[in-house]
Nanobody, 119 residues
Framework: QLQASGGGKVQAGGSLRLSCGGS????????TAWFRQAPGKEREFVAL????????YYADSAKGRFTIARDSAVNTVYLQMNSLKPEDTAVYYC??????????????WGQGTLVTVSS
């Protein structure tokens, strides 16, 4: 099981840090990623981190503003989001598996945490 937390309401330009905690079983997977889904839209990739080596990859919309990081000591992955925009408003999900950019590549999902950015 994964547990996502840290969502909330923030004004444009503000910051939030999302956390994704998991058991050793779920984080034995190769990759943890964040996806998001805005109302009426499909779930989209945001960022991923590889547990082995720590490589990261970001969607264009996240580059330069979001940072994904892992802490293996506490089995947690963080998504630091800065310079938030209203278009970042969505439910954010963390996922674990042996995946890349597609949601269907991931085996484990958190329950989602809502991020609302007001203008």
């Amino acid at each position: 099981q994964l547990q996502a937390s840290g969502g909330g309401k923030v004004q444009a330009g503000g910051s939030l840090r999302l956390s994704c905690g998991g058991s050793g079983r779920t984080f034995s997977s190769d990759t943890t990623a964040w996806f998001r889904q805005a109302p009426g839209k499909e779930r989209e990739f945001v960022a991923l981190v590889r547990w082995s080596g720590g490589d990261t990859y970001y969607a264009d919309s996240a580059k330069g503003r979001f940072t994904i990081a892992r802490d293996s000591a506490v089995n947690t992955v963080y998504l630091q989001m800065n310079s938030l925009k209203p278009e970042d408003t969505a439910v954010y999900y963390c996922a674990a598996g042996f995946g890349n950019l597609r949601a269907d590549e991931y085996d484990y999902w958190g329950q989602g945490t809502l991020v609302t950015v007001s203008s």
